[in-house]
């Protein structure tokens, strides 16, 4: 399986002088992984998707999968996606209605010129390994929506590409499925040893799937990371916000370094002391400059000197997911268990653990992680 390269990227629509869909990106996907492509409607995944396959042509720079460059703009090479060796696995699943699912997977083998026992060989193989066996003799209006994906990614898989490109291929199954469709591309990605890309715009979705998550903005990389290091250790509050249910807390603050790796910070009418894991370069100076971001399950409730009012709880069996607003703010915390709590009853809260990130308010960036003490 190939390594993927994406040197200096850029892709822009119309003139010259048009915005960029995607902005000077660099990017290595390694063998065997699975890569997922996240962010909002509009932010270029899809775009970068496509011209890692050939379907879009990039505007500059250089794309390089395995050995061989596929796209360079000042070479002017620009191989098509028929040469690249790899697998489309789009948003509808566009099976041949006309054709049984055994013909459906079968198809494009025959148009490769696969010998008759070999595709029945590898036809085969794919229903077992999609575990849809019994289905082989249906046409895809005999089939649930979980079926005919499963249909669909063994037609896919079966010529045995070198990369496998996924376009928000869950987006049409209910809830239900997609959690078993998560699972089942989960199996898929260990057992064929394949390196997979997969465009979504689902956060949970990156979460569970990926080895590396890819996060873009308005046609720029935000963040390139395993998904847990996305999660801990957000690049800016871009990432913070996105990844993330329920969503992080953000809490202004005002900050003046006090050390190194320490600062004091003025929030919700308190004095903290902040200290960090690294240095706190890069902080502007002046009121309200920073943000404190605090993951709810790092707000304990019941506890601590800190004090709000509940402004809402919504129980979910497992957890309850509660709102407090404290001096104007609103905070937010996962509680676990089966508890549910009054609205307006007085809540007790403090802020624990050594997780709690350091944002710089101007830039954006995140410049520390670390734990807080009232002072």
């Known amino acids: 399986m190939p390594k993927i390269v994406l040197e200096h990227i850029t892709k822009r629509f119309g003139s010259n002088s048009g915005a960029n ?9 390694e063998d065997r992984e699975f890569i997922t492509l996240l962010g909002p409607s509009g932010c270029g995944k899809t775009t970068t998707l496509r011209m890692i396959a050939g379907l ?11 050995d061989t460059v ?10 098509s996606p028929a040469k690249r060796d790899i697998g489309f696995l789009f948003q509808n699943y566009a099976l041949w209605p006309h054709m049984t699912v055994y013909q459906n997977i079968s198809f494009g083998l025959e148009n490769l010129g696969w010998a008759r026992d070999r595709i029945r060989e590898r036809v085969k193989e794919m229903l077992a390994l999609l575990q849809i066996e019994s289905f082989e003799k249906r046409y895809p209006s005999e089939l649930s929506g979980g079926q005919q994906q499963r249909v669909a990614i063994a037609r896919t898989l079966a010529p045995a590409p070198k990369v496998l ?7 049409n199954l209910d809830a239900k499925l997609r959690l078993e469709m998560r699972t089942e591309l989960k199996r898929l990605h260990a057992s064929t040893d394949s390196t997979f890309v997969y465009v979504t715009h689902d956060q949970l979705e990156a979460m569970t799937l990926a080895t590396h998550v890819c996060l873009m ?8 990371a395993p998904p847990l290091s996305v999660y801990n250790d957000p690049a800016n509050l871009f990432a913070a916000e996105f990844v993330g249910s329920p969503t992080m807390n953000f809490i202004p603050a005002s900050a003046e370094k006090t050390g190194a790796n320490t600062a004091k910070l003025t929030a919700l009418g308190h004095t903290f002391l902040f200290e960090g894991n690294e240095p706190l370069e890069g902080l502007q100076e002046g009121k309200d400059n920073a943000v404190l971001g605090v993951r709810p399950e790092f707000v304990h409730l019941e506890e601590g000197e800190l004090s709000g009012l509940v402004y809402a709880a919504l129980p979910a069996g497992m957890e309850t997911t509660v709102q407090l607003k404290a001096e104007g703010q609103l905070i ?3 509680k676990f268990g089966g508890v549910d709590y009054t609205v307006n009853t007085p809540m007790n809260f403090t802020f624990v653990g050594s ?17 807080v003490k009232l002072a």
């Open 70 to 79: 596929v796209f360079d703009s000042k070479e002017s090479i620009n191989i």
């Open 21 to 29: 869909a995607v902005q000077d990106l660099n990017m290595v996907i």
């Open 332 to 334: 937010t915390s996962v």
């Open 56 to 66: 879009e042509t990039p505007t500059e720079g250089r794309i390089t999968i395995g």
């Open 355 to 371: 997780g709690l990130l350091f944002f710089d308010k101007a830039s954006g960036k995140k410049l520390s992680k670390g734990s």
């Open 165 to 171: 490109f996924m376009d928000e291929p869950l987006s």
């Open 217 to 224: 903005n308005n046609g720029l990389l935000q963040q390139y």
